[in-house]
């Protein structure tokens, strides 16, 4: 499977963000989805993650509250929308797949390219 994220940007802080991941080249709904961040000088953290179908999520404690994963599968589409963002949430984004579906792994097969999200104070 292919992933293409898209929707970062420079943004104030408390305002919102919707970031998009689109699949290609395989059957999305096969796939459970993550969202990962990764700010300078810091490891990659998994932030948010949905089953196959949607019917679980898991969220990071930093974004709990302020973030949600969602998925369309007829659209081969993982969104992350993002509200009252902090500058702390400044990072590189990027979606990731696995076949697997573990609340809070980090083992993911699959991964896009990194989409920049920027949060001024």
């Known amino acids: 499977v292919q992933l293409q994220a898209s929707g970062g940007g420079l943004v104030q802080a408390g305002g919102s963000l919707r970031l998009s991941c689109a699949a290609s080249g395989s059957t999305f709904s096969s796939y459970a989805m993550g969202w990962f961040r990764q700010a300078p000088g810091k490891e990659r953290e998994l932030v948010a993650a949905i089953s196959w179908i949607g019917g679980s999520t898991y969220y990071a404690d930093s974004v709990k509250g302020r973030f949600t994963i969602s998925r369309d599968n007829a659209k081969n589409t993982v969104y992350l929308q993002m509200n009252s963002l902090k500058p702390e949430d400044t990072a590189v984004y990027y979606c990731?797949?696995?076949?697997?579906?573990?609340?809070?792994?980090?083992?993911?097969?699959?991964w896009g390219q990194g989409t920049q999200v920027t949060v001024s104070s």
């Open positions: 990731a797949a696995d076949r697997s579906y573990v609340a809070g792994s980090k083992n993911y097969d699959y």
